[in-house]
């Protein structure tokens, strides 16, 4: 990408306050759910909610997470941070492709939805203090304005879904309750 500045290894993984959110929708250019986080500068995380293709995306969510990887990520400073070794991500070891929902985008009615199952999640990390999101996926600078939040620079962490070998998800956490929500997305048409 033109003007696109990419660290050196850019998988890795955010670690702030998610602070606003914008929904989907059915629509070209739109089908990401875009999340400001606050860590050591604003950045925006976009999780997609359908493939470029138009497939559906099949998702995880694991309201009571609890994994190897947590103590690590709850040592974490904010701020986005190159991923190697047991930190980074293998669906293939912590999910089974069979507990993966299939949902689209957008549909009229409640809870029927990807954006809405993870609205529910989003907006209570949003309104109750304290609580921090974790984004594991690839990581992009421009100088220019964010496009969807409006701070400078944009600072994008994309890709959180399956990819072989970098694996992208989301994870919330409520340190006071010592509670763990992971998000684990994959595209419909990805073979495991």
Do not use: K
């Amino acid at each position: 990408m033109e003007g696109v500045t990419l660290t050196s290894s850019p998988y890795g993984v955010l670690a702030g306050r998610p602070i606003d959110r914008r929904l989907a929708y059915p629509r070209p250019r739109q089908n990401h759910y875009q999340i400001r986080v606050v860590a050591d500068a604003d950045y925006r995380v976009a999780v997609n909610t359908q493939s470029q293709h138009g497939s559906e995306v099949r998702y995880r969510i694991d309201e009571d997470f609890d994994g190897p990887i947590v103590a690590e990520l709850a040592a974490l400073p904010p701020g986005f941070h190159r991923v190697n070794g047991a930190l980074r991500l293998d669906y293939a070891r912590l999910i089974d492709a069979a507990a993966l929902r299939e949902l689209p985008l957008s549909a009229p009615g409640n809870d029927n939805d990807f954006c809405e199952a993870l609205d529910a999640h989003l907006t209570r990390a949003m309104r109750v203090p304290g609580w921090r999101l974790f984004a594991f996926g690839t990581f992009f600078r421009r100088p220019s304005d964010d496009p969807h939040f409006h701070f400078i620079p944009e600072q994008v962490v994309c890709n959180v879904h399956r990819n072989e070998g970098h694996d992208g998800a989301l994870f919330l956490h409520d340190p006071r309750a010592g509670r763990w929500v992971a998000v684990f997305v994959a595209f419909g048409d990805q073979r495991w």
